[in-house]
């Protein structure tokens, strides 16, 4: 293995070290002049900023944190799919309000796999009507943006392993809530959200709630 030091190596900026910035990728859109519709997800919360590339530095033009969603009722898990869909959606919704029609996507170095938390988030800022180059084939299926994965895996577990299934969801049991019922939440806070800016939910999961 090469040794990494001598008179030609240089060290790596402190934010590539720790894997917060792929500078390269970052170069690509900043040189584009396009403002990024940019995605961050933790265990617990996903963030969304919208950023404008500046000389000085980055100019956040909207900002979303999963936190805003129990304004519209949502009292489930925050950094989950389904929360990351309605983050989406409503960091759309704040983004056209700020005049923001397009964007390209930013996830940084975060592993790209398809359908995860980071696309529900892209899925929502576009059913919310922001422009975003994507492949429709990244984005989870309808029913993990529903969370009936969630609800079905509740369900399954409640039957065959009752205490299982009460150390799996104790958080949502301590506070009265039941995760079989994610799916009618979900459906819940987007129409919340929908109605607080003055539109209709998006009509794709408007429909399969209506079958």
Request: net charge positive; glycine share 8%; aromatic share 10%.
């Amino acid at each position: 293995m090469p040794r990494k030091y001598g008179p030609r190596y240089r060290v790596p900026f402190r934010r590539r070290r720790e894997g917060r910035t792929d500078y390269r990728a970052r170069y690509k859109m900043v040189i584009s002049g396009k403002i990024r519709a940019v995605v961050r997800k933790s265990l617990r919360n996903i963030v969304i900023h919208f950023v404008r590339a500046k000389l000085e530095g980055d100019e956040t033009l909207v900002f979303t944190k999963s936190t805003e969603l129990t304004k519209y009722g949502w009292r489930y898990n925050r950094g989950n799919v389904p929360a990351a869909y309605l983050t989406g959606y409503l960091a759309g919704l704040k983004a056209l309000k700020a005049g923001i029609k397009e964007a390209i996507l930013d996830i940084g170095p975060q592993r790209s796999t398809k359908g995860n938390r980071l696309y529900a988030a892209l899925k929502g800022l576009v059913d919310a009507g922001v422009e975003i180059p994507h492949g429709e084939e990244i984005l989870p299926e309808i029913s993990r943006i529903k969370g009936e994965h969630i609800a079905n895996y509740a369900r399954l577990l409640k039957e065959n392993d009752p205490e299982k299934y009460k150390r799996q969801f104790s958080g949502y049991i301590s506070q009265g809530l039941d995760p079989e019922k994610i799916p009618e939440e979900f459906e819940k806070t987007l129409n919340n959200i929908a109605k607080a800016f003055g539109v209709e939910p998006p009509e794709l999961v408007k429909d399969e709630f209506e079958e």
